[in-house]
């Protein structure tokens, strides 16, 4: 779990309800150590800044190109996307994910929603919550469309995908008690949940 900013603990309890153990990463030897890493939600801009600063940027462009598996989450998916539209001067990401993704593409604070996603692979609809999330405006052949908004004045739009060892979500699927979003993760990650111990 990226610790540097943003839904860590949020995360953790999705995790931790599927039998996942996790630690949380804030430096350069923590990413060595781990077998999967989720990028959580919060603000891209600050968590850019914090990899910069804790000297995490550079070894976790070498993982993820060396193939550790990855959830990004809002602004996790920012950080993964190798292209960013509206992003603030300058901005940088991690990079991995040949996606070109629209920072706050949704609107602002106050245009935050929340509304049911079919995401590909899953037997039901899962509860989405979109704050000030982006969405992903173009994707490269090799990505996986996992779900897209289906009503509404940005029907449509990519909010979730795949690519490899790389999974990303527009919407917060740690907020709530469905973690079946992380449970795509943890297959793709090649994790033993507590069900299939």
Do not use: Y
Request: proline content about 4%.
């Amino acid at each position: 779990m990226l610790a540097v900013q943003g839904d860590v603990r949020e995360h953790e309890q999705a995790l931790a309800r599927l039998g996942v153990r996790t630690t949380r990463v804030r430096r350069p030897d923590e990413i060595a150590a781990v077998d999967g890493l989720v990028l959580p939600g919060g603000e891209s801009t600050t968590q850019i800044r914090l990899l910069r600063t804790f000297e995490l940027l550079e070894p976790l462009r070498e993982r993820i190109a060396g193939g550790l598996p990855v959830l990004g989450t809002c602004a996790g998916m920012i950080l993964l996307a190798d292209r960013i539209l509206d992003g603030a001067p300058g901005q940088q990401t991690v990079g991995g994910l040949d996606v070109t993704v629209r920072r706050n593409a949704f609107g602002r604070q106050v245009d935050s929603f929340e509304g049911d996603v079919e995401v590909r692979g899953l037997d039901s609809r899962v509860h989405g919550v979109f704050i000030r999330a982006p969405w992903v405006e173009d994707a490269g052949a090799g990505v996986e469309v996992l779900a897209r908004v289906d009503a509404g004045p940005a029907a449509g739009r990519i909010v979730a995908v795949r690519q490899g060892h790389l999974m990303a979500t527009s919407f917060h699927p740690e907020v709530g008690t469905d973690a079946r979003v992380h449970a795509l993760f943890c297959d793709l990650a090649g994790a033993k949940t507590s069900e299939e111990r």
